[in-house]
């Protein structure tokens, strides 16, 4: 089969390996349909994770149809079209059983990672039961794409780590799929309004086109100088930082205000500053989050009932070639 293969910090290569077989009793093996790219495989090629070694096949978003199945597997069967979800689930574990399958001991986020990814023409996922979902008949395969990983991150790690709630000012800095895709779920908690920031006019305008009340761009450095004026000086009730570096990270502590939340979604390969000199007296609530993807059986439900609309995310179709 094709795959996209990592070969150290900045290399990369679309090559001819084995198609996949299953190795556990909890495996499937997919037939990928669609696939797409994430700001963290960026991050990846930029050399930001270090987890990841030469000769992975990248990749940990997507949907396919089921091409084989282990003995261990009751959900599934082949030919069944699935959502493959970026977080492998054992379902059984501590961190499972609490929630928190981004650490589950046997799985998390492997796909891409250390074990072999989804920008490939099949892809083996372990404890399929767990970590796949099914696609509902009349699903829109594009926008089941954005169920594997944006959707979730965007809805976890930025708007309920953000705890917004109505009425509130919130601003996300980065308008970039996670980004927009936290402005499209920060809406259902009827927030008074948000404010994207980015440097691309392109992704400003799709922004105001999938809800944000107003957008600036930073390109000049006065960013955070608009904001307060917005705000009165008093700042924003939460600030979500989708991009991953220092920054943007800047800004969401310059722009917060008292009481207010960061919510951090970005993937950071270096470290930033902490500004507690100022922000020790001020309330604030710092969140970090890896991605659960618990929150993709709701998100679902949504898109199929019309209320979430992740297509419009998608501009671009390419071959894998």
Known sequence: MKALIYHGPGKKKLEEVPKPSLREAPDAVVRIIKTTICGTDLHILKGDVPTVAEGRILGHEGIGIIDETGTGVSRFGKGDRVLISC????????????????????????????????????????FADTS???????????????????????????????????????????AGPVGLAALLTAQFYAPASIIVIDLDDNRLEAAKQLGATVVINSSNGKAVEKVMAMTGGKGVDVAMEAVGVAATFGICQEIVGAGGHIANIGVH??????????????????????VDTVSTPLLLKSVMAGKLKPKQLITHHFALD
């Open 87 to 126: 977080i492998t689930a054992c379902g059984k574990c501590e961190y499972c059983r609490r929630g928190m399958p981004s650490h589950c001991e046997q799985g998390g986020w492997i796909l891409g990672n250390t074990i072999d990814g989804t920008q490939a023409e099949f892809v083996r996922v372990p």
């Open 269 to 290: 390969g270096a470290s930033v500053t902490l500004h507690l000199e100022k922000l020790w007296s001020q309330n604030i609530t710092i969140t970090t989050r890896l």
């Open 132 to 174: 796949l979902h099914p696609i509902p008949g009349s699903a829109e395969e594009d926008a089941m794409v954005m169920l594997s990983d944006i959707l979730p991150t965007g809805y976890e790690c930025g708007v309920l780590n953000g705890a917004v709630k109505p009425g509130d000012t919130v601003a996300i800095i980065g």
